[in-house]
């Protein structure tokens, strides 16, 4: 498969989960851009191939990023822990945590 493309690729995802912890709203930089960091817990069940009567659990936190008027949308939900959220846009799973939020929506 040897082809170029022309507009690139883009990675999306979207993540419904429920607030675990909510950072404070900040500005960095020279620009002092609005900044603020949000974890979301997600939850998967499935039950064990070696005992099938039971249900287990896998639980995944992502750590969540926005910058900008996105920050800003993000602080005007006032987001507190226990709330169903629905966050979507590229994430980086390569660094420590994952990268800028794209859009979230609280949900209840």
């Given amino acids: 498969m040897n082809q170029s493309y022309k507009y690139g690729t883009f990675q999306k995802s979207i993540v419904f989960g429920i607030v675990t912890k909510v950072g404070e709203f900040k500005t960095i930089g ?10 979301v817990k997600t939850v998967e069940y499935y039950k064990p191939k ?3 009567n039971s249900l287990k ?5 992502h750590q969540c990023r ?8 993000v602080d005007s939900h006032n987001l507190e822990l226990g709330d169903l959220v629905r966050v979507e846009g590229p ?8 990268t800028c939020v ?7």
């Fill in 30 to 39: 020279q620009d002092h851009t609005p900044h603020i960091d949000f974890t």
């Fill in 50 to 52: 070696n005992d099938p």
């Fill in 57 to 61: 659990e896998f639980t995944k936190w």
């Fill in 66 to 73: 926005a910058f900008g008027k996105m920050a800003e949308h």
């Fill in 91 to 98: 994430f980086d799973y390569s660094r420590a945590t994952d």
């Fill in 102 to 108: 794209v859009c979230v929506s609280k949900l209840l």
